[in-house]
């Protein structure tokens, strides 16, 4: 008599064999959202308001800035990935090739647009 676990019994299946370490990373990634998302959103929304002084201050503290930065970071790649399944679920031929690589450009230029100007905002 084998015990497996559901997971053990689902690893490995699917077409790209990749299914079951898609999925947690997507659970994973969601539940670090839930973390922070709403500490950001505290931050982000007590510097609402204020002059562009005050907001840089705010964002030149080290917590501040790395709850930003880990919201973007965290939030593109979720959105990368929750975005590619869709679309691998939905088309096919060059139009799911086509838009996956857009989807991955877009993600990482808002990443990249996002930190840029956060470490300028933070120094």
Known sequence: ???????????????????????????IS???????????LYVFGSSLGKSHEEVLETFSHPLPAVLTGLVLVVGMLHF????????????????????????AAFSYAVMATGLFALVKIAL
């Open 30 to 40: 969601a539940f670090g959202l839930a973390l922070i998302v709403p500490a950001f």
């Open 80 to 103: 990368r990935k929750g975005a590619q399944t869709m679309v691998e679920d939905y088309s096919k031929g060059i139009t799911r090739k086509v838009l996956i690589m857009s989807i």
């Open 1 to 27: 008599m084998r015990f497996l676990t559901d997971r053990k019994r689902a690893e490995g299946r699917g077409a790209a064999g990749s299914g079951t370490e898609h999925h947690w990373q997507m659970q």
